[in-house]
C-alpha cells in the first residue's frame, strides 16, 4: 500500500472525524478497570469520567499504582475497560488507534540500537506504508521540530538520555497525529535534563497545537507543563481533583518561584495528600 500524502503539509495518514467542533477529543465516563477475577482480581481504575478538549496539555498525577498510565493505556486501546465507556476523536480507542489517531512516547525511549535515528523514526512510517519521498521529508521536519537536525545518521548509543527522549518524540510525530500521549518520558533523567525538556516540550506543544496526555510523578512538572492536572487517589484509580491552570501559555522557568505557581502546586499537593487520606 503507498500512502502519498500532500508534500506542503503533514497530515494524518487516515481520516479521522473531526473533533475540533466543540466535541470532547477524549471523553471518559464512568470508567472502570478490573485485571482477573474473584480473589486475585485487582481493581485499577474506578469511576473515572473526564474530557480532554483540543490542545489540552493534561498530566496525570498520582502516587504508584493510581491508574495514571492505566488510564493513558485504555485511551490507545493497550487495555481494555471493564467499565463505563472511553471515546477518543469520537471513535473508540481501538477504532482511534487504526485511524492512527495518537502517538505514545513510553518511559524508556524504545530505540532500536541497530537502526540509526532517522532509521528509528522512519519505522512506523514504513509500516503505514508510506512513499520513501515522504519517509524522508517527514523525519526531516520532526527531526528539526525536536532540535535534532544532524543527527539522524547517528545511532541511539550515541545520544544523551535526553536527546534519545526528543528522537522517541520525533517518531511518535511522525505521522502527526493530532493527540501526543506520554508516559513519564522525562522520569528517568537528572533535573537539569529534565527542566530544558520541559522548556522544549511546551515549545513544541505551542507550535504543533497537539493535545497532550502526560503521565508524571513530578509535582513541578505537572504544574509546569499543563493546562488542566488531574490528580489520582490509590488503588482504585479515582480522580480526587482536577484543576484548570491560570498560568499563562508562555512560561519560562523562573514562573516556578511565582506565587500563582506555588499556590496551584500547594493545591496539588493537598489533592495527593487527600487522596492518600480517603483511601
Known sequence: MNMETPPEAL??????????LGAPVIAARNLDLTFGWGEGAVHALK??????????FVSFIGPSGCGKTTFLRCIAALE?????????????PDEARRNRAYGYVFQA??????RTISKNIKLPLEIMGYSKAEQ???VKDVLELVELSGFGSKFPWQLSGGMQQRASIARALAFDADILLMDEPFGA???????????????????TNKTIGFVTHS?????YLSTKIVVMSPRPGRIHDVIDSTLPKER????????????????VREGLRAGHADD
Open 47 to 56: 469511576d473515572v469520567s473526564l474530557d480532554i478538549n483540543k490542545g489540552d
Open 219 to 223: 509535582i513541578p512538572e505537572a504544574v
Open 11 to 20: 497530515r494524518p495518514a487516515s481520516a479521522a472525524p473531526d473533533a475540533s
Open 189 to 207: 533523567l537528572d533535573e537539569i535534563v529534565r527542566d530544558h525538556l520541559n522548556e522544549q516540550l511546551l515549545k513544541l506543544w505551542a507550535r
Open 109 to 114: 525511549a524504545g530505540l532500536y540500537p541497530w
Open 136 to 138: 524522508e521529508k517527514r
Open 80 to 92: 481494555t475497560p471493564t467499565g463505563g465507556s472511553l471515546t477518543v476523536n469520537g471513535m473508540t
Open 252 to 267: 519560562p522557568l523562573d514562573i516556578r518561584d511565582s506565587p500563582e505557581f506555588i499556590e496551584i502546586a500547594h493545591r
